[in-house]
């Protein structure tokens, strides 16, 4: 009867232990992983796809990776659609962007004001040459 009582709590402990582990997930957690671009413009400018064809973005809850012609790593915060992005390693070492991010589906738009003066209102870079633009599909 006492091992009876073990099968019967095990269950329960298990499923705590689940639910705990899933509430300590990041809340962004669904932006994990990596991402190659499929479009990407600038200033309204369609970048060709020879541009971007081999970069990578990698995220990992509040740290990235970018792989274009070198490899910038950094951080990032966010917040109700926008992101903030901090680069501490690589061409953009101590630098700040702003950005506007939606995720639908397998699909990350995000549009980057390069000043990081603001954030970005709309994904509309036309007649303005500091947005710059990049749509990610999920690997």
Not at 47 to 60: A, D, H, S, V
Not at 95 to 113: C, D, M, P, R, S
Request: with cysteine.
């Amino acid at each position: 009867m006492k091992n009876l009582h073990y099968y019967l709590i095990l269950p329960v402990f298990i499923l705590i232990i689940g639910c705990t582990a899933t509430q300590n997930r990041h809340p962004y957690s669904q932006l994990n992983g990596s991402w190659t671009p499929v479009k990407q413009e600038m200033g309204g400018k369609e970048l060709p796809e020879n541009y971007f064809r081999t970069q990578k973005l990698i995220i990992q809850d509040t740290v990235y990776s970018l792989t274009a012609e070198s490899v910038d790593t950094g951080t990032l915060t966010y917040k109700n659609g926008q992101m903030d992005i901090y680069g501490k390693e690589g061409v953009n070492k101590n630098k700040h962007f702003t950005a506007l991010y939606k995720l639908e589906g397998k699909q990350l738009t995000i549009v980057y004001n390069l000043k990081g003066d603001s954030y970005p209102s709309t994904f509309e870079t036309k007649s303005k040459p500091a947005l710059f633009l990049s749509v990610y599909q999920k690997d």
